[in-house]
């Protein structure tokens, strides 16, 4: 009997996750946006967002597409690039690092908590996601 308990019971981790839970993710520096329907992140004066959400494999990392702004602040001059955003959650942690395809650089990597207040020192964080252009 104890043997048929102990089967049933399943801790609950990263491979219960399917994608990056929705809310707030704040960091020293750095924050994220998650919607149901986009993803917008900052890593200090810079910008970037998903279209979608971000799906999470067993272990709970991600590996997805977007468009990425490194030039957001003091003045937004609209250069977007396309990027790799990746890291992982357990579901209230989240490692960020962003990579632009086009030149190589990478952001991060950031750690953040859900439900935590971005932490932006000099800059601002947007409170809601811009629809992306396409």
Not at 36 to 45: M, R
Not at 48 to 66: H, K, N
Not at 81 to 106: E, I, K, M, Y
Request: net charge negative; glycine share 14%.
């Amino acid at each position: 009997m104890l043997v048929l308990m102990m089967v049933g019971c399943r801790a609950s981790g990263p491979s219960d996750l399917e994608q990056v839970p929705v809310g707030t993710w704040g960091g020293d520096d750095a924050g994220v946006i998650v919607s149901a329907t986009q993803v917008h992140a900052h890593i200090g004066c810079t910008k970037g967002d998903v279209d979608g959400s971000i799906p999470l494999d067993a272990q709970g990392r991600f590996d997805v597409e977007g468009l990425y702004n490194v030039d957001a602040y003091p003045v937004d001059r609209g250069i977007l690039h396309p990027a790799r955003f990746f890291g992982n959650t357990d579901g209230r942690a989240l490692t960020l690092s962003v990579r632009l395809t086009d030149t190589g650089q990478t952001l991060g990597p950031v750690s953040l908590t859900l439900g935590r207040e971005p932490g932006m020192q000099m800059c601002p964080i947007c409170r809601v996601a811009p629809t992306l252009e396409k």
